[in-house]
């Protein structure tokens, strides 16, 4: 029985990894993918993404989704993953054409198509899905799984030492989303850090099993300059990927916790904050599964299973 997905995704270096892990893993149905502004432009990401699809040998369709945050000015990732947002290494990422239909409507018709069946694996800012909830407020309760590639369980940020960039880029569409009621999980990006980074010696097993390993280590080339500089990582981290492998086997899960969790606005030195309340101090039930380990050497397994052959 395979699960029948969708992935809302601002296709860069790492996102592109997760796309071969869904789209190579036999349990999963991929039945379309949606992109929004996040890493790159949202026409960028389009094509990282329908290139990424192309080389899986894969015709899942790609939808064109919102091109800026719901009200604020862009941030986008470049200094993160490069100017064309794998890895500037030459790919040839022009020219190939999405599937009609803004992203927005697919997330609502699918949804609506095959209620309570479909998994939404979010790897990018919460635009697109806040939008589909402002247009069908009926989608709350519609998939059967959100499994968030957003904010972190631990208090330390990337883009600054409270915020992760995907909530940090759309806080308001962040705020809609973990406030809507939907079956949410999360995978921050502490879990991240602590077991999905890979080291050089683990980048060059990957690199070793074939063509798409080698394509999802030589695309990390921009982010491992950014995590030796700025996040203090040796070698790089997949958030995206071990989302989606979390998305894809939930018995990597290690340790899970059901927390109230909000999103922060408005604070001047905490704007994009994930506030997890794990003392359960504010007396509101629990929002989401906030997930805060996995199995590192099953996540790794995972990938260079994707990538052989
Ligand atoms: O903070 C990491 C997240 O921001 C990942 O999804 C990465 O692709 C960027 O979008
Ligand atoms: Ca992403």
Same mark, same amino acid.
Request: proline residues 6%; glycine residues 8%.
């Given at each position: +029985?395979? %699960?029948?997905?969708?992935?809302?995704?601002?296709?860069?270096?790492?996102?592109?990894?997760?796309?071969?892990?869904? #789209?190579?893993?036999?349990?999963?149905?991929?039945?379309?993918?949606?992109?929004?502004?996040?890493?790159?432009?949202?026409? +960028?990401?389009? %094509?990282? =993404?329908?290139?990424?699809?192309?080389?899986?040998?894969?015709?899942?369709?790609?939808?064109?989704?919102?091109?800026?945050?719901?009200?604020?000015?862009?941030?986008?990732?470049?200094?993160?993953?490069?100017?064309?947002?794998?890895?500037?290494?030459?790919?040839?990422?022009?020219?190939?054409?999405?599937?009609?239909?803004?992203?927005?409507?697919? #997330?609502?018709?699918? =949804?609506? @198509?095959?209620?309570?069946?479909?998994?939404?694996?979010?790897?990018?800012?919460?635009?697109? #899905?806040?939008?589909?909830?402002?247009?069908?407020?009926?989608?709350?309760?519609?998939?059967?799984?959100?499994?968030?590639?957003?904010?972190?369980?631990?208090?330390?940020?990337? *883009?600054?030492?409270?915020?992760?960039?995907?909530?940090? *880029? /759309?806080?308001?569409?962040?705020?809609?989303?973990?406030?809507?009621?939907?079956?949410?999980?999360?995978?921050?990006? /502490?879990?991240?850090?602590?077991?999905?980074?890979?080291?050089?010696?683990?980048?060059?097993?990957?690199?070793?099993?074939?063509?798409?390993?080698?394509?999802?280590?030589?695309? %990390? @080339?921009?982010?491992?300059?950014?995590?030796?500089?700025?996040? %203090?990582?040796?070698?790089?981290?997949?958030?995206?990927?071990?989302? +989606?492998?979390?998305?894809?086997?939930?018995?990597? *899960?290690?340790? =899970?916790?059901?927390?109230?969790?909000?999103?922060?606005?408005?604070?001047?030195?905490?704007?994009? +904050?994930?506030?997890?309340?794990?003392?359960?101090?504010?007396?509101?039930?629990?929002?989401?599964?906030?997930?805060?380990?996995?199995?590192?050497?099953?996540? #790794?397994?995972?990938?260079?299973?994707?990538?052989?052959?």
């Amino acid at each position: +029985m395979t %699960q029948p997905m969708i992935i809302d995704t601002d296709t860069a270096s790492d996102d592109a990894v997760a796309l071969v892990l869904a #789209l190579r893993d036999p349990r999963v149905d991929v039945r379309a993918i949606t992109v929004v502004s996040g890493n790159v432009p949202v026409a +960028m990401g389009v %094509q990282n =993404a329908l290139y990424t699809r192309d080389l899986c040998g894969a015709t899942v369709p790609v939808h064109v989704g919102a091109d800026r945050p719901l009200l604020r000015e862009h941030v986008f990732a470049h200094d993160v993953h490069g100017a064309d947002g794998m890895g500037d290494v030459g790919l040839p990422l022009t020219g190939r054409v999405p599937a009609a239909g803004h992203a927005v409507d697919v #997330l609502i018709d699918e =949804a609506r @198509r095959h209620p309570g069946e479909l998994t939404l694996v979010t790897l990018g800012p919460l635009t697109n #899905l806040a939008l589909a909830l402002r247009k069908a407020p009926d989608l709350a309760g519609l998939y059967r799984r959100v499994v968030m590639m957003a904010g972190t369980a631990d208090g330390s940020g990337n *883009v600054t030492p409270a915020a992760e960039f995907n909530v940090y *880029v /759309d806080p308001e569409a962040a705020d809609i989303v973990f406030r809507s009621g939907m079956p949410l999980e999360m995978v921050g990006w /502490d879990v991240s850090r602590n077991d999905a980074t890979l080291s050089p010696a683990d980048a060059d097993a990957l690199a070793a099993v074939g063509p798409l390993g080698e394509f999802c280590t030589r695309i %990390q @080339r921009r982010l491992v300059e950014f995590c030796r500089t700025v996040t %203090q990582l040796e070698g790089f981290d997949l958030p995206d990927p071990v989302t +989606m492998a979390v998305a894809i086997d939930p018995d990597l *899960v290690t340790r =899970a916790e059901d927390r109230y969790v909000a999103v922060e606005t408005a604070g001047v030195h905490t704007v994009g +904050m994930t506030v997890v309340d794990h003392l359960g101090v504010t007396g509101r039930a629990p929002t989401v599964r906030v997930v805060r380990a996995v199995d590192r050497g099953r996540f #790794l397994a995972m990938l260079r299973t994707a990538c052989t052959g």
